[in-house]
């Protein structure tokens, strides 16, 4: 029996009945489309989407990456794809595939908002950073994004940040009841961090002895076993951390911020990227604008271990 409607209409019909949530109606249009053309890339977009409100993930990664097949520079499908890989715990491919959806749609506040789920949820704190900071730059309103940057900011040690951030979240949100719990506890701990005195500088007498400090003289103490194997232990979780982040910051140098930097510089000769292909001036700058969007976490990442192992050294003296 011939179908009653061509596939585009069926299609249209398809998505104004998931619009209006019918999904039984709406998965029976797309299904008719796709008996007519099933490398059709709406067709495969519509059942992915239907499949993911079902909850049927597998399903849904299914089609998405079948119209990423069919439409490559189809971003929308690139940032579902990964919002999926998101909600199934694959944060690693998610990471992966919204990575490519950021160079599809940049002007994707939603791309970038994923891409820090992913980022987030794997620890990887300093890529998350500027991930949820694109996030918000593009889309100001989007309260779960300032949320989402100041739990980071919170894993970072950062409380100033958390702070500024969770009362940004609460005013576009004001009944976000998980903002309102860590903006309380980041300004608890802000104000514990501010009553801390951390005088690592000292004098010394011609001796060689301590120096009295404040006209009171320094006393020294014996750490118990229990307090040296907190020390060890840390000392090795902080500086196995300094050795990633000097990675990181090394490796966004390299691969990030100095092609930037030599595209930038290029650009003041010739219209010419240094591989060839046609950029524009202002496409370079906001390729160097990214880059180093890219790097100054990295770095700000690196001095709060610094700060973390500095703390740690107040501890233990």
């Not at 950073?129 to 994004?145: Q, S």
């Not at 300094?242 to 490796?251: F, K, N, P, R």
């Not at 140098?253 to 003041?268: E, F, G, H, I, Y």
Request: glycine fraction near 4%.
């Amino acid at each position: 029996m011939p179908n009653s409607l061509p596939i585009d209409e069926l299609c249209a019909s398809g998505r104004v009945h998931l619009k209006a949530g019918r999904l039984d109606e709406a998965q029976a249009a797309f299904e008719e489309a796709r008996q007519i053309n099933d490398l059709d890339a709406d067709v495969h977009e519509g059942l992915a989407t239907i499949t993911f409100l079902r909850q049927e993930y597998d399903v849904a990664v299914m089609h998405f990456e079948r119209v990423t097949r069919l439409d490559p520079r189809r971003g929308s499908a690139w940032i579902n794809l990964g919002a999926v890989y998101n909600r199934m715990g694959n944060h690693q491919k998610a990471a992966e595939v919204l990575r490519r959806a950021v160079q599809i749609e940049k002007k994707s506040g939603v791309a970038y908002y994923n891409l820090g789920i992913a980022y987030k949820q794997l620890k990887q704190w300093a890529m998350a950073v500027p991930a949820y900071r694109e996030a918000i730059r593009l889309e100001p309103r989007m309260a779960d994004a300032y949320l989402n940057l100041a739990n980071v900011y919170t894993k970072l040690n950062n409380f100033a940040q958390s702070v500024t951030h969770y009362k940004k979240a609460l005013e576009l949100d004001p009944g976000l009841e998980r903002a309102q719990r860590g903006l309380e506890r980041a300004e608890a701990e802000l104000d514990a961090t501010k009553k801390k005195t951390t005088p690592f500088g000292r004098l010394v007498n011609p001796d060689g002895a301590p120096a009295a400090q404040g006209g009171t003289t320094i006393p020294s103490r014996t750490l118990s076993d229990e307090e040296r194997q907190a020390d060890r232990h840390t000392l090795h979780d902080v500086m196995t951390q300094v050795e990633s982040d000097i990675d990181e910051l090394l490796e966004t140098l390299s691969d990030q911020l100095d092609p930037a930097v030599r595209t930038l510089n290029k650009m003041l000769t010739q219209p010419q990227s240094p591989h060839g292909a046609s950029i524009t001036k202002s496409e370079a700058l906001d390729n160097f604008t990214e880059a180093r969007a890219q790097y100054l976490p990295r770095l700000a990442q690196l001095q709060a271990t610094l700060r973390r192992l500095r703390d740690h050294e107040v501890k233990y003296q």
